[in-house]
């Protein structure tokens, strides 16, 4: 069996000058291979603490049972503050609780009925334009990042992505993608206030560009909510949904910081996922012809989504595999103990779905693709204990199962529709905002 790719760790011992260099090349590789079995690890510079945590519950401790006591790392914002601002993404304690309260709503269950509509006309509208390569190499990524884009201004503002502002939104954020990483070095290494961040021109001028234009949109809504004229969509839900503790809803600067998160977590993890999924299946025909056969009878049908069995495994197991966001980053607010360490507050608690997903000691055959192992013991208490694409507790995506909604339809949608083969050398996983090819990736599609 050809396992997936998967980057080639570095050495165990590497001086801290090597290790800052590898890790602003790419954080995966930039990992030794012992992170792989290791249930915690150390990492020690005379400047600060850093812990990665895969002992599930030890995780559960952090995400779950005591989330106040480990909120974000405030060393995240770093690489992210110019784009995502004060979003939910960022925050911590009673702003981000009231953020969640005013969010939430939004994405309950039955929201996710109301969108599906705009998620379908997504697929279809992919499907089109794939149909346009018919027979033909395209790069996937492009794709998929074009697709998710278009289910988000679709849900998120009731216009397609051939709108003239989602246009140009989508075209800054390609831009933005692989300027700046999810985590940047100074998510590890503390830097004073004072010290510059050294943001690429570029990422500076895409994130300003990227919020002009969410800030048109979003000022366009609210004059609409104001005249009653608004779409029903999850804008309108946003921007109307009152704090039940305070009564107070977002204002026009809030909304734009919220929906760069959206955008950013709805869009960019989702192609990361959708490109990995499509590549997976096309290096593995007999789960590809699965899907084409489970996908035959699709319609537009918010109940068959729950009949997408198969797609739906495949896509967790791109997930696992590939989990859009590699690392997160807590930071300990009072003295700690974990598996006999004394662990300082303010040391970082380094949280990596990357790790934990292909843990040898946690899951049989880690490396491997295999979406049967959802249906088996191991499987099944992974899930509980060791898969987080979408973090855990109470800071789980609150956009989780809007995701397991979109992701499984439109790779559905795309099998049915095309025979895909993966075209030239396997694609190298790198970590930019997500899990992406370092080159690209590239599959052959023949209409079915």
């Given at each position: 069996?050809?396992l997936?790719?998967?980057?080639?760790?570095?050495?165990?011992?590497?001086?801290?000058?090597?290790?800052?260099?590898?890790?602003?090349?790419?954080?995966?590789?930039?990992?030794?291979?012992?992170?792989?079995?290791?249930?915690?690890?150390?990492?020690?510079t005379?400047?600060?603490?850093?812990?990665?945590?895969?002992?599930?519950?030890?995780?559960?401790?952090v995400?779950?049972?005591?989330?106040?006591?480990?909120?974000?790392?405030?060393?995240?914002?770093?690489?992210?503050?110019?784009?995502?601002?004060?979003?939910?993404?960022?925050?911590?304690?009673?702003?981000?609780?009231?953020?969640?309260?005013?969010?939430?709503p939004?994405f309950?269950?039955?929201?996710?009925?109301?969108?599906?509509?705009?998620?379908?006309?997504?697929?279809?509208?992919?499907?089109?334009?794939?149909?346009?390569?018919?027979?033909?190499?395209?790069?996937?990524e492009?794709?998929?990042?074009?697709?998710?884009?278009?289910?988000?201004?679709?849900?998120?503002?009731?216009?397609?992505?051939?709108?003239?502002?989602?246009?140009?939104?989508?075209?800054?954020?390609?831009?933005?993608?692989?300027?700046?990483?999810?985590?940047?070095?100074?998510?590890?290494?503390?830097?004073?206030?004072?010290f510059?961040?050294?943001f690429?021109?570029?990422?500076?001028?895409?994130?300003?560009?990227?919020?002009?234009?969410?800030?048109?949109?979003?000022?366009?809504?609210?004059?609409?909510?104001?005249?009653?004229?608004?779409?029903?969509?999850?804008?309108?839900?946003i921007?109307?949904?009152?704090?039940?503790?305070?009564?107070?809803?977002?204002?026009?600067?809030?909304?734009?910081?919220?929906?760069?998160?959206?955008?950013?977590?709805?869009?960019?993890?989702?192609?990361?996922?959708?490109?990995?999924?499509?590549?997976?299946?096309?290096?593995?025909?007999?789960?590809?012809?699965?899907?084409?056969?489970?996908?035959?009878?699709?319609?537009?049908?918010?109940?068959?989504?729950?009949?997408?069995?198969?797609?739906?495994?495949?896509?967790?197991?791109?997930?696992?595999?590939?989990?859009?966001?590699?690392?997160?980053?807590?930071?300990?607010?009072?003295?700690?103990?974990?598996?006999?360490?004394?662990?300082?507050?303010?040391?970082?608690?380094?949280?990596s779905?990357?790790?934990?997903?292909?843990?040898?000691?946690?899951?049989?055959?880690?490396?491997?693709?295999?979406?049967?192992?959802?249906?088996?013991?191991?499987?099944?208490?992974?899930?509980?204990?060791?898969?987080?694409?979408?973090?855990?507790?109470?800071?789980?995506?609150?956009?989780?199962?809007?995701?397991?909604?979109?992701?499984?339809?439109?790779?559905?949608?795309?099998?049915?529709h095309?025979?895909?083969?993966?075209?030239?050398?396997?694609?190298?996983?790198?970590?930019?905002?997500?899990?992406?090819?370092?080159?690209?990736?590239?599959?052959?599609?023949?209409?079915r």
């Amino acid at each position: 069996m050809t396992l997936p790719p998967k980057p080639a760790a570095r050495p165990d011992n590497v001086s801290l000058r090597q290790y800052v260099r590898l890790f602003r090349k790419d954080i995966l590789s930039a990992q030794p291979a012992r992170l792989y079995r290791a249930w915690m690890a150390e990492f020690r510079t005379p400047f600060f603490r850093s812990y990665l945590l895969n002992q599930p519950d030890l995780l559960k401790t952090v995400l779950k049972d005591r989330p106040d006591d480990f909120p974000k790392s405030s060393r995240i914002s770093e690489g992210l503050r110019p784009l995502l601002g004060n979003s939910v993404f960022l925050t911590n304690g009673e702003t981000w609780k009231r953020q969640r309260r005013i969010i939430d709503p939004a994405f309950e269950g039955g929201r996710l009925r109301d969108t599906f509509a705009a998620m379908w006309a997504a697929s279809e509208a992919a499907v089109r334009r794939l149909q346009a390569h018919e027979g033909r190499v395209v790069e996937i990524e492009e794709e998929t990042s074009h697709a998710a884009a278009d289910v988000i201004f679709r849900t998120l503002f009731s216009i397609p992505i051939e709108h003239d502002i989602a246009s140009q939104v989508f075209d800054q954020f390609r831009a933005y993608q692989r300027s700046q990483p999810i985590l940047n070095l100074a998510a590890f290494v503390p830097l004073p206030r004072w010290f510059p961040r050294f943001f690429r021109r570029e990422t500076k001028a895409t994130a300003a560009a990227i919020r002009g234009l969410i800030r048109q949109l979003t000022e366009e809504r609210m004059a609409a909510i104001r005249a009653g004229t608004a779409p029903d969509d999850l804008a309108t839900k946003i921007m109307t949904t009152r704090d039940p503790q305070t009564g107070d809803r977002f204002d026009s600067a809030e909304m734009v910081d919220q929906v760069a998160i959206f955008f950013l977590a709805g869009h960019e993890t989702s192609a990361s996922a959708l490109a990995w999924a499509l590549y997976l299946v096309a290096a593995n025909p007999d789960w590809q012809e699965k899907i084409a056969s489970e996908a035959a009878d699709l319609q537009e049908d918010f109940g068959a989504v729950s009949r997408l069995k198969i797609s739906r495994d495949v896509f967790r197991e791109a997930l696992r595999l590939y989990p859009p966001v590699p690392m997160m980053v807590r930071q300990s607010t009072c003295p700690e103990r974990f598996r006999d360490r004394d662990i300082a507050p303010g040391a970082q608690m380094v949280l990596s779905p990357w790790h934990l997903h292909r843990h040898e000691r946690l899951w049989e055959n880690p490396d491997a693709f295999d979406p049967a192992r959802w249906g088996t013991e191991n499987g099944k208490q992974c899930a509980r204990e060791a898969y987080m694409p979408f973090s855990a507790g109470p800071r789980v995506c609150t956009g989780a199962g809007f995701a397991m909604v979109e992701g499984p339809l439109i790779l559905s949608m795309i099998v049915k529709h095309f025979r895909i083969t993966p075209q030239g050398p396997p694609p190298v996983p790198v970590a930019y905002l997500t899990v992406r090819s370092r080159d690209g990736i590239r599959l052959r599609l023949e209409r079915r």
